[in-house]
Each structure stands twice: as structure tokens, then as C-alpha cells.
């Protein structure tokens, strides 16, 4: 389809989507009054369809200006939409076709319709909630297009709230730090107001507080600056993260909303200079029991409902596309940096509720230049790829390196079981290999043959992820594993048709081979 063949179809599919939004819900709203209540099902409905609407607008309004591979992503997602919608319509027209002397059990006409009518609305709700958790993502990356025409449609954004104010807020985060622009103010904040007690989080440096004004609750995720940067430079660049952070809807993004930083009197044990991220924790989860990190759940190996180990695989995907359209690479994702706090339905036993990345101990702006440096820790370098394994990493800091460890990962929630044990002395002693790496311990310990341990990853999810997680699952986490790999097996493409100046193509190649499919994995 030509370019502008393509754009006029764009335009209609969202205008027809549109218009049947509009029919729905006004036919919805016909019967909010009804016997059966359903007001708060059609507050819910206006609000989503009003994200709907204004999101659509947008996109047409700037089509020109969007990359093919996104107007690709785009056109799929819209028809989706159009097909979904098509469906509801016909299902509310078949309740308006309910001749009067109808009903259900003695029910009467008004009642039926009314009770119809509710099921109507909570299946659309549903399905159009579902079908954000997959637009979104693509949404957000809007906020990485450097192309200047798109500038002048978010100069007037509504309150940050709205679909396109919240957008722009993230733009504006991104904008600001690649022009070194200081105009939003200071994101320092005092030691003072994070001097109540401390709740350690096991197997992580983050801990839980209380601010010692007001009641709230936050999540303290101390950081050191990168190897060789100066103070000021660190200062630069831990400014930077919160701001990004600080556009971050925790529900939707995976991310913690960022409140501030604290920079800290200290220095770790190469001299850099620490900082101490301060997370505000969402009100619902303020008064469950304190989190654990994922690398706690699968020491403790207490079982779990496997749709509630899905549920924490398919958090910490859209984590790691949040990280990507926010403007960094985070370079430190394992166990130890996600955060699991439980269902507030349950009591005693913990149950998998949200789950949230941290661990910016290692964050860089995607666009700043890396020192190249690393470390010999196994158990670090276990999660990285082979190329950025070591002292001195061969490769530049990509995207794709977070989706490697994003693999292992996944691996280890599918075996549910910790790939590193820590030393029976405590605190000081060295870690070990689990059980599934006994194959691989000694080149591990050795720091020896980084691809042959990546071999065995693979040759791991390929042989045993089919019957415990699912053939599509599996095939995610070898998707994860392979994303840099030469050749036909790697489902991302080669390294250079990837490269594009403001990260969109690496974006959309995520949320297509990895984001969208496990949404279709099912159990």
C-alpha cells in the first residue's frame, strides 16, 4: 500500500472506530438509570473511551510524522480495535431488538434490558482495558520521536492525567535531558524526610520507610554513580532518572512513580558517590506486608498458582518497555531488582500481587556515552550477555542487552527456581550456582566460556520450558536469549536495521515479538 493510500486508511479505520465508540456508549448510557445500577460500570466506559478517542486523534493528527515500522504496529492495533468494537455494537444492537413481550424468568422488558445492558458494558470495559495493555506501550513511544513536527501537539497538553498530557509529560523528560535543560527544578530532597525506621527488603540493597511528613510509604533504592564519572556528571545523570521516573503510572508502566533523590554522604568501595532513589509506594499496596524480590520467592520455592506466575512474566515485559520508552537502558535486571508485594485479597501465605523493576544501580540515559566497565562478579555477569560480561564489556549498552537478561529471567520464573544461591556464612561469603547450573558452575566461578553458559540457557528453555510453561512461552524466552544473535534464529533482525536515531524500531520489534505474544499465552 502507498504512503498515502495507507494514511487514508488509517484515518478511516479510527474515524469508523470512533464512531462506534460514540454509538456504544451512548447507547450504554440510555440505561444508567436503570433498575439494575450501572453508573459506576459507565463512569469506568466514558473514561476509557475518552482515553480511546483522544489517543486516536493524535495519531492521525501526526501519522506523517511516525516511522513506517510504528504506522505498521499502529494500522495492526486499530484494526484490532475496529474488529472489537464491530462485536460489542452487534451484541448491544441484539439487546435493542428485544421485542417488548420478552423477558427472562418473569423479568420485565425494562429489567432484562437493564440487566443485559450491564453485562454488555462490564464485557467492553474488559475488552477494551485489554486492548490498552497492548496499544500503550506503542503509544509511549511517541515520546521518543525527535522529529520536530510532532513538538507543536503537545505544547498545549491538558493536565498531565489526561492520555496526551501524561504523554507529553514523558516527552518532556526525555526533551529536557538530551538538551541539559535545568528549568523544572531541583529533584534533591532532604535526608530528613526519610528518617524513620528502615524494613529491609531480603536480597536487596532497597528497603521500605515511612516519610517522617505525613503517613506515606516509600520504597528506598540506594544507587552509585557510573565508574569514572565525576559528581557533577553523576548528579546529571541520577537527575535525569527521576525525572524520567517521576512520569511513571506505577500500574501501567511497571515503574515506580520516582518522588525524589537523596544524595548520600557516602561512597561505595570505589570511591563513586551514592544517591538514594525515593519511591512513593500506591496507596493500595501501603498497608499489605513488606515486599519481597523475586530472587526471595524463588529461594523460599513456596508454590504459586502458575496464572499468578504468569501474571508476575507478563509485569515485568511491560517493565522493560517502559525502561525502553522513557529514554534509558537500566543494564541490571535479575531477580534482585524486581519487587514482588503480595495480593491484598489473601492473608498469611503470600500471594504474587504487583510487581515493580528497580535496581538503578547501573542506569545510564540511552543516549550518554558508557565507560565500558564491569566487574567480575558471576552472579552479576550471569545476567548479562557475553559481550557485556567481564572488566571490559566488548559492546556498547543496547536495548537488547536488557532483554537478554530479561530471558533469564523469564527462565527462572518458568523453572521457579533461583540460578544463584547465596553463601551459607551470610553476609560476606560467596554465592553459588543453583541446581539447574550444575552443569555450568565451575566455567561460572571461573569466569570461563560466558557463550558456552549462554548455550546452556538456551539448550535449558528449549527442552524444558515446552511442558512446564508452554511452547509460546518458551519461545519468548528463546526470542529474549537469542535478540543478538546473527543469523535466521534471532526473531529481532539484524543489529543494523535497528539502529535508528531516537530507538523506535528496536521498540516496536519488542512489543511485537515479545510484548504482544505473551499476551496470547494462555493457560
Given at each position: 500500500m502507498d504512503p498515502i493510500s495507507f494514511s487514508l486508511a488509517v484515518v478511516a479505520a479510527a474515524d469508523q472506530c470512533i464512531k462506534c465508540g460514540k454509538y456504544l456508549v451512548g447507547k450504554y448510557e440510555d440505561y444508567k438509570h436503570a433498575e439494575l445500577d450501572v453508573a459506576d460500570a459507565m463512569l469506568k466506559i466514558r473514561s476509557l473511551w475518552l482515553k480511546t478517542e483522544t489517543q486516536l486523534e493524535l495519531i492521525t493528527q501526526i501519522w506523517n510524522s511516525i516511522k513506517p515500522r510504528l504506522q505498521e504496529l499502529f494500522y495492526d492495533l486499530l484494526g484490532r480495535l475496529r474488529d472489537q468494537l464491530e462485536v460489542a455494537k452487534t451484541r448491544v444492537d441484539r439487546v435493542v431488538a428485544v421485542p417488548d413481550g420478552a423477558?427472562?424468568?418473569?423479568?420485565?422488558?425494562?429489567?432484562?434490558?437493564?440487566?443485559?445492558?450491564?453485562?454488555?458494558?462490564?464485557?467492553?470495559?474488559?475488552d477494551l482495558e485489554a486492548w490498552h495493555s497492548l496499544f500503550d506501550p506503542s503509544w509511549f513511544l511517541i515520546g521518543r520521536m525527535l522529529d520536530p513536527a510532532v513538538k507543536k501537539h503537545f505544547q498545549d497538553a491538558p493536565q498531565e492525567t489526561s492520555p496526551t498530557g501524561r504523554l507529553s509529560q514523558t516527552r518532556e523528560a526525555i526533551r529536557a535531558d538530551l538538551n541539559h535543560s535545568d528549568r523544572r527544578g531541583s529533584v534533591f530532597i532532604e535526608r530528613a524526610l526519610i528518617a524513620g525506621e528502615h524494613h529491609p527488603i531480603p536480597f536487596s540493597a532497597a528497603y521500605t520507610a515511612r516519610l517522617t511528613i505525613g503517613d506515606s510509604n516509600v520504597l528506598i533504592d540506594p544507587m552509585a554513580s557510573g565508574h569514572g564519572a565525576s559528581l557533577a556528571l553523576a548528579k546529571l545523570h541520577v537527575r535525569d532518572l527521576v525525572r524520567r521516573l517521576?512520569?511513571?503510572?506505577?500500574?501501567?508502566?511497571?515503574?515506580?512513580?520516582?518522588?525524589?533523590?537523596?544524595?548520600s554522604t557516602e561512597?561505595?568501595?570505589?570511591?563513586?558517590?551514592?544517591?538514594?532513589?525515593?519511591?512513593?509506594?500506591?496507596?493500595?499496596?501501603s498497608g499489605t506486608c513488606h515486599p519481597r524480590t523475586l530472587r526471595d520467592l524463588l529461594l523460599r520455592k513456596e508454590p504459586h498458582a502458575l496464572d499468578q506466575r504468569f501474571q508476575l512474566?507478563?509485569?515485568?515485559?511491560?517493565?522493560?518497555?517502559?525502561?525502553?520508552?522513557?529514554?534509558?537502558?537500566?543494564?541490571?535486571?535479575?531477580?534482585?531488582?524486581?519487587?514482588?508485594?503480595?495480593?491484598?485479597?489473601?492473608?498469611?501465605?503470600?500471594?504474587?500481587?504487583?510487581?515493580?523493576?528497580?535496581?538503578?544501580?547501573?542506569?545510564?540515559?540511552?543516549?550518554a556515552q558508557t565507560m565500558l566497565a564491569g566487574d567480575t562478579s558471576w552472579e552479576m555477569n550471569l545476567y548479562r550477555h557475553p559481550k557485556r560480561q567481564g572488566l571490559h564489556p566488548e559492546e556498547m549498552y543496547v536495548m537488547q542487552h536488557d532483554i537478554y537478561s530479561l530471558g533469564i529471567c523469564l527462565l527462572e520464573i518458568a523453572l521457579w527456581d533461583s540460578f544463584v544461591l547465596p553463601s551459607p556464612g551470610g553476609l560476606g561469603g560467596a554465592a553459588q550456582?543453583?541446581?539447574e547450573l550444575e552443569s555450568v558452575a565451575e566455567l561460572l566461578l571461573a569466569g570461563k566460556s560466558a557463550m558456552g553458559v549462554k548455550r546452556a540457557l538456551v539448550t535449558m528453555a528449549s527442552d524444558r520450558l515446552p511442558q512446564l510453561m508452554g511452547r509460546?512461552?518458551?519461545?519468548?524466552?528463546?526470542?529474549?536469549?537469542?535478540?543478538?544473535?546473527?543469523?535466521?534464529t534471532n526473531l529481532f533482525g539484524k543489529q543494523r536495521d535497528l539502529e535508528?536515531?531516537?530507538?523506535?524500531?528496536?521498540?516496536?520489534q519488542y512489543i511485537e515479538k515479545i510484548l504482544l505474544r505473551m499476551d496470547e499465552v494462555l493457560i
Open positions: 423477558g427472562d424468568r418473569g423479568l420485565t422488558v425494562k429489567k432484562f434490558k437493564a440487566m443485559a445492558y450491564k453485562r454488555r458494558i462490564l464485557q467492553a470495559t474488559q517521576s512520569a511513571s503510572d506505577p500500574w501501567e508502566f511497571g515503574l515506580l512513580h520516582c518522588r525524589g533523590v537523596v544524595e561512597v561505595d568501595d570505589g570511591r563513586r558517590p551514592r544517591f538514594h532513589l525515593v519511591f512513593d509506594i500506591p496507596p493500595t499496596l512474566a507478563k509485569q515485568l515485559v511491560r517493565s522493560v518497555m517502559f525502561v525502553h520508552t522513557s529514554g534509558f537502558v537500566h543494564k541490571s535486571i535479575r531477580p534482585d531488582t524486581i519487587v514482588v508485594f503480595p495480593d491484598t485479597d489473601i492473608g498469611a501465605h503470600f500471594v504474587i500481587g504487583p510487581s515493580f523493576l528497580i535496581g538503578f544501580e547501573r542506569f545510564r540515559p540511552d543516549g550456582p543453583g541446581r509460546r512461552y518458551a519461545e519468548l524466552v528463546l526470542a529474549c536469549l537469542t535478540c543478538l544473535d546473527p543469523g535466521e535508528d536515531e531516537d530507538g523506535i524500531v528496536v521498540g516496536v
